[in-house]
């Protein structure tokens, strides 16, 4: 029987300001939406979603209960305070201070770190910060070589950690080490060869789960926030008030989607997987199909802020592919979820992200208004369908799937 873990209100409050960078990338996204800003914000994001990973794995096992690590922890939250300022130019002018930022996010990682494991956090921690001198580097350069060093950041984070997946162990001891950019860690016995998914054995279910709920609830503010960002200082009419309302109900409806039909069966897949096997599981889960889910959020946001002061208008092909493209790219992210744990079933869903695509060229064509509505009817029709033919999903956790591996 495992230990309750909950998250404690540092750890919230760490998640607080984390989540100002996704407003701040939703700010860039909205003034700019093309490839070009579609393009920044998701290598923007990438990086620095991969050390929130890290934070929260690290949290994970070791919790803030002392005052070290609750200092080290606040210090880190300036870091990525300081980041989040500096994302609107992180391209450019702000380039310099957000690498700056992002290096002492990795360093603070790795002392965090040492206070439970010592020296063997230098096999996440080395390619950790050689990820973020490369985004340092970029903020000297413009165009093509900032583009390029960005690029390697992000082939740094992902590919080294395949590269050392497997190490000799160098001391006799086990090592619980272990870290959410899924580098390797040191081994569990001499001559020993381990794996990172053993050396991450023992993360809290529980807390885990609850810890991503709490951030993507936050971030699902953001999009509240947005509505009225978008409104500005325009008198309150019944149009207005309107789409307001059909804007909440999107998010309200992608909301139900995990909290109330995923949540409570991914917390039970992650009970019932072995604990050695928790964190290529997590990472799967809570990286790899999350970072889709938090980006369609950011990118909602962004159509919103730019179409709820013009809902009778006709839309510009990127506000209207922003409202849309969010949407579809969330419930891309939740069925990537959804088969990593098991749970089914995913055509409702599926048909869902294409049906919420091809809304685009409605608001084009009509007004986003038209658009909102027609993403609320696609929503709720998805969520209605599973209620009727797969009530095994319902909020009621159904058996977990055995497909946690």
Known sequence: METPHRVSTLELFFDLVFVFTITQLTVLLADDISFRGAGQVLVIFTVLFWMYGGYAHLTNQ??????????????????????????PTAFGAGGVAFGLGYVFVVLVHSALYTQAHGTGVLWFALPNLSCALSVLAAGFFDGPPAWGLWMLALLIQFVVPQLVQRVAAS????AEAASASASASASASASAVTTVSDQLGGMSAEHLVERHGL??????????????????????????????????AIASALWWMYFVRDEGRAEEVFAETAPEKRFKLAMLAYYYAFLPMLLGIAAFAAGVKKTIGHLGEHLHTGPALALAGGVAVYLAGDLAFRAVLGIGPARFRAAAMLLALATVPLGAATAGLWQLLALVVVLLAAL??????????????APAATGSG
Not at 171 to 174: N, R
Not at 219 to 245: C, D, Y
């Open 62 to 87: 070791v919790p803030p209960d002392r005052t070290v690590r609750r200092v080290l922890l606040i210090l880190a939250m300036g870091a990525f305070l300081v980041c989040a300022l500096a994302v």
């Open 171 to 174: 001391g006799a001891a086990p």
């Open 384 to 397: 209605g369908a599973e209620a009727r033919w797969a009530p095994a999903a319902s909020a009621e956790r």
């Open 215 to 248: 951030l993507l609830i936050i971030v699902f503010g953001e999009s509240v926030i947005a509505i009225g960002i978008g409104t500005g200082s325009l008198p309150l009419s019944v149009g207005i008030a309107g789409g307001a309302f059909l804007a909440l």
